[in-house]
């Protein structure tokens, strides 16, 4: 059965690709042709021009969707052989109780849908337990719960009940696997929480390591522009649950398998309808980010006055760019009008808040609050992180002395910070791969983990040039 034609009616503009339909051959005749719109595996208006330096961009990324969609199930294979291997160590003792179980016969076997199975994500930063000092009600409570919401996103469903039962003592509300529309299968998750004291949690996971699915979202480069909102990277909306066949509907069809962004607002309505103090907080770490982004702004789109007047804010961790500078705007005058806080936060050189580009080939743009934390877990507000766009020449030596500091307080960061900062072996490596590539390791969780509870201070808003930002001392 064929699948429906994509619906462009709802946008302005747009450029969607579509790396099944790529041949080789005419992948790269990109390369020397300015109109794309004659190439099969891209959907433009006819008659579409791109300069070399977007067509390049193009053709990376559906090489890169391509090489994806081969590898897809032995990527997977090999993620659930490193994910069961690291619970295998963990449920024995390590190695070494490893080796001793298996003398004794008493091998401890990992089961991957049990509260104590961690993800690849969770074992880079394993711990559970909120940071006692934070107040509910304060802003510094948003912002480090949000943090440790989004990293247990990474887990399974009967695991995140627990953490957020056993360990925070709160309501779990429940955990999703969203359809994708375009990839025609659920690969987007999100799980919804409330704290019991009239804040309710909407956590979208970011993109998992072996996952080529929410890695082609990541890599898919299309757009749309919507009149009135702007430019929009087109794989986050398909995750967060554009129709193929409609765009963005009010409602979704109830024939249809269910979106993120419909389901969510389903059950968000639901919720606060029956606590009318309640208000809702949406996070994500990486992929998540964007995702968490993106919810409010189709909200806008839709007119949904009911629940953006309930948002109290949006917080990110890690988010990389989602639209162009009208989209900015568009956002900045939506976070004004119905007085919610939105903070993108950033550690030190981490890769992804860098991307895509800020520059005159892919005009990418963040907005809103930035609250930047350098590798000592200082944060400060800033109008964009340094090194916007990662691959500048003149960075390259401080990002090596900077990663070369991180391995080196890995090890030493427990007997300054206590036990609860201590880092184990599978951080380490990647503190190594730090010094090769820097920006790596500094987008794993535990970072940002660290920054607001080390970085944030009590929080004070101020208004700037008319919008809620937050300060630390």
């Given at each position: 059965?064929?699948?429906?034609?994509?619906?462009?009616?709802?946008?302005?503009?747009y450029?969607?690709?579509?790396?099944?339909?790529?041949?080789?051959?005419?992948v790269?005749?990109?390369?020397?042709?300015?109109?794309?719109?004659k190439?099969?595996?891209?959907d433009?208006p006819?008659?579409?021009?791109?300069p070399?330096?977007r067509?390049?961009?193009?053709?990376?990324?559906?090489?890169v969707?391509?090489?994806?969609?081969?590898?897809?199930?032995?990527?997977?294979?090999?993620?659930?052989?490193v994910?069961?291997?690291?619970?295998?160590l963990?449920?024995?003792?390590?190695?070494f109780?490893?080796?001793?179980?298996?003398?004794?016969?008493?091998?401890?076997?990992?089961?991957?849908?049990?509260?104590?199975?961690?993800?690849?994500?969770?074992n880079?930063?394993?711990?559970?337990?909120?940071?006692?000092?934070?107040?509910?009600?304060?802003k510094?409570?948003?912002?480090?719960?949000?943090?440790m919401a989004?990293?247990?996103?990474?887990?399974?469903?009967?695991?995140?009940?627990?953490?957020?039962?056993?360990?925070?003592?709160?309501?779990?509300?429940?955990?999703?696997?969203?359809?994708?529309?375009y990839q025609?299968?659920?690969?987007?998750?999100?799980?919804?929480?409330?704290?019991?004291?009239?804040?309710?949690?909407?956590?979208?996971?970011?993109?998992?390591?072996?996952?080529a699915?929410?890695?082609?979202?990541?890599?898919?480069?299309?757009?749309?522009?919507?009149?009135?909102?702007?430019?929009?990277?087109?794989?986050?909306?398909k995750?967060?649950?554009?129709?193929?066949?409609?765009?963005?509907?009010?409602?979704?069809?109830?024939e249809?398998q269910?979106?993120?962004y419909?389901?969510?607002?389903k059950?968000?309505?639901?919720?606060?309808?029956?606590?009318?103090?309640?208000?809702?907080?949406?996070?994500?770490?990486?992929?998540?980010?964007?995702?968490?982004?993106?919810?409010?702004?189709?909200?806008?789109?839709?007119?949904?006055?009911?629940?953006?007047?309930?948002l109290?804010?949006?917080y990110?961790?890690?988010?990389?760019?989602?639209?162009d500078?009208?989209?900015?705007?568009?956002?900045?005058?939506?976070?004004?009008?119905?007085d919610?806080?939105?903070i993108?936060?950033v550690?030190?050189?981490?890769?992804?808040?860098r991307?895509?580009?800020?520059?005159?080939?892919?005009?990418?743009?963040?907005?809103g609050?930035?609250?930047?934390f350098?590798?000592?877990?200082?944060?400060?507000?800033?109008?964009?992180?340094?090194?916007?766009n990662?691959?500048?020449?003149?960075?390259?030596?401080?990002?090596f002395?900077?990663?070369?500091?991180?391995l080196?307080?890995?090890?030493?960061?427990?007997?300054?910070?206590?036990?609860?900062?201590?880092e184990?072996?599978?951080?380490?490596?990647?503190?190594?791969?730090?010094?090769?590539?820097?920006?790596?390791?500094?987008?794993?969780?535990q970072?940002?983990?660290?920054?607001?509870?080390?970085?944030?201070?009590?929080d004070?808003?101020?208004?700037?040039?008319?919008?809620?930002?937050?300060?630390?001392?």
């Amino acid at each position: 059965m064929s699948s429906p034609p994509c619906d462009k009616s709802f946008c302005s503009d747009y450029m969607l690709l579509n790396a099944e339909d790529a041949k080789l051959g005419d992948v790269f005749k990109i390369l020397f042709s300015s109109d794309i719109a004659k190439r099969k595996f891209i959907d433009c208006p006819d008659g579409t021009e791109e300069p070399f330096g977007r067509r390049w961009i193009i053709f990376v990324s559906i090489l890169v969707q391509k090489l994806l969609q081969a590898t897809a199930k032995p990527l997977a294979a090999v993620g659930s052989g490193v994910e069961y291997w690291l619970n295998l160590l963990s449920g024995n003792g390590g190695f070494f109780g490893l080796i001793k179980n298996t003398f004794k016969g008493e091998v401890v076997q990992p089961d991957n849908e049990s509260s104590d199975y961690f993800s690849f994500i969770g074992n880079l930063d394993r711990r559970q337990q909120l940071d006692p000092t934070i107040i509910p009600g304060e802003k510094k409570y948003y912002a480090a719960l949000s943090i440790m919401a989004a990293k247990a996103s990474y887990e399974n469903k009967t695991h995140i009940k627990s953490v957020v039962e056993d360990h925070w003592e709160m309501n779990f509300v429940d955990s999703y696997d969203f359809w994708n529309d375009y990839q025609e299968k659920a690969t987007t998750q999100a799980f919804i929480m409330d704290d019991k004291k009239d804040t309710i949690v909407v956590a979208f996971r970011g993109t998992e390591p072996f996952d080529a699915d929410a890695w082609s979202s990541d890599f898919d480069l299309s757009w749309y522009e919507i009149h009135g909102i702007g430019k929009m990277h087109g794989g986050f909306m398909k995750a967060l649950g554009l129709i193929k066949s409609k765009g963005w509907p009010v409602e979704q069809d109830p024939e249809q398998q269910e979106t993120a962004y419909y389901a969510i607002k389903k059950q968000l309505r639901k919720l606060l309808e029956a606590n009318e103090k309640a208000r809702f907080v949406v996070t994500g770490h990486s992929l998540g980010g964007a995702l968490a982004v993106l919810f409010p702004a189709i909200l806008g789109l839709h007119g949904d006055t009911f629940l953006l007047d309930r948002l109290e804010g949006v917080y990110t961790f890690g988010q990389p760019r989602v639209g162009d500078d009208k989209f900015g705007q568009y956002m900045n005058d939506l976070i004004a009008k119905h007085d919610f806080t939105c903070i993108r936060f950033v550690y030190s050189y981490d890769l992804v808040p860098r991307l895509p580009y800020d520059d005159s080939t892919l005009l990418f743009k963040h907005f809103g609050t930035c609250i930047y934390f350098n590798s000592m877990y200082t944060g400060k507000v800033v109008e964009e992180e340094p090194d916007k766009n990662y691959f500048s020449i003149i960075w390259m030596i401080p990002k090596f002395f900077n990663a070369c500091w991180e391995l080196i307080r890995s090890f030493v960061i427990k007997y300054f910070k206590g036990p609860d900062y201590a880092e184990g072996g599978l951080l380490r490596l990647f503190r190594v791969i730090g010094v090769l590539v820097a920006g790596v390791p500094a987008h794993c969780p535990q970072d940002y983990v660290n920054s607001t509870r080390l970085g944030l201070s009590e929080d004070v808003f101020v208004y700037s040039n008319g919008q809620k930002i937050l300060k630390t001392q």
